[in-house]
């Protein structure tokens, strides 16, 4: 795996907010961050485009890409693929931007198995209450969809202590710098700085005394 660019997965509940944060993060750093557009088989939601929200594919289609080991990971959820086309990711890192995958929990740890140096983050609001309180004041849903998302997020809460990150969705901007500290600090991880290191190495070869 490259090691230019640092392979970020951003999970959070549905209501977390992840959705927001990753969009200014894009605004603010767009220099830096590359987002993955996955492709889904589900239907696509009023406004959203093919090749910017997601790439919609049949069935079929999303099979032959599984067959050809053209996804880096995937995953059924909610009766639907989704999964993240491996080239795109592959072509960012290389050119060394971060590459932002935001995607639910068993892909994201199916990632972390394939690539162990994928920094995973996990986004929440303060608390299960503020969570239900802003599902319920968006206004757009039924009780019941509240509720599955509710429950949903009692089954992805039971993963999350595999992240190596939890991020506390209280204040949006504040939210947005840290995410992006965590980010940035990443590449001082020793695995980001194997030429550094090399060079290093072989600066101080000549000062080593031999006697
Ligand atoms: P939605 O249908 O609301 O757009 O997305 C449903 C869930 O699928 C969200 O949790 C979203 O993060 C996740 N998701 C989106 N793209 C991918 C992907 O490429 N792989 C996986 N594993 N999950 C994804």
């Given at each position: 795996?490259?090691?230019?660019?640092?392979?970020?997965?951003?999970?959070?509940?549905?209501?977390?907010?992840?959705?927001?944060?990753?969009?200014?993060?894009?605004?603010?750093?767009?220099?830096?961050?590359?987002?993955?557009?996955?492709?889904?088989?589900?239907?696509?939601?009023?406004?959203?485009?093919?090749?910017?929200?997601?790439?919609?594919?049949?069935?079929?289609?999303?099979?032959?890409?599984?067959?050809?080991?053209?996804?880096?990971?995937?995953?059924?959820?909610?009766g639907n693929y989704y999964g993240t086309p491996k080239a795109y990711v592959e072509q960012k890192l290389n050119e060394g931007f971060d590459v932002i995958l935001e995607i639910e929990t068993q892909g994201a740890l199916k990632v972390k198995e394939k690539y162990p140096d994928t920094l995973l983050l996990f986004v929440t609001p303060p608390s299960a209450d503020i969570l239900y309180d802003r599902l319920k004041g968006r206004g757009t849903e039924e009780d019941d969809v509240i509720a599955k998302r509710m429950n949903q997020a009692v089954n992805e809460a039971k993963v999350i202590d595999r992240y190596d990150y939890l991020?506390?969705?209280?204040?949006?901007?504040?939210?947005?710098?840290?995410?992006?500290?965590?980010?940035?600090?990443?590449?001082?991880?020793?695995?980001?700085?194997?030429?550094?290191?090399?060079?290093?190495?072989?600066?101080?070869?000549?000062?080593?005394?031999?006697?």
């Open positions: 795996m490259n090691k230019k660019g640092v392979l970020v997965v951003f999970s959070g509940f549905s209501g977390s907010g992840k959705g927001t944060i990753m969009k200014k993060l894009m605004e603010n750093h767009s220099d830096t961050y590359a987002l993955s557009v996955s492709a889904t088989t589900r239907s696509p939601r009023e406004g959203e485009r093919e090749g910017i929200e997601y790439f919609f594919k049949t069935v079929p289609e999303f099979e032959e890409l599984i067959k050809n080991d053209e996804m880096l990971e995937y995953a059924q959820y909610a991020v506390i969705n209280d204040d949006i901007n504040e939210c947005v710098s840290h995410v992006h500290e965590i980010i940035k600090n990443t590449h001082d991880r020793t695995v980001f700085k194997a030429d550094t290191i090399e060079a290093l190495k072989n600066g101080l070869n000549k000062y080593q005394r031999r006697d």
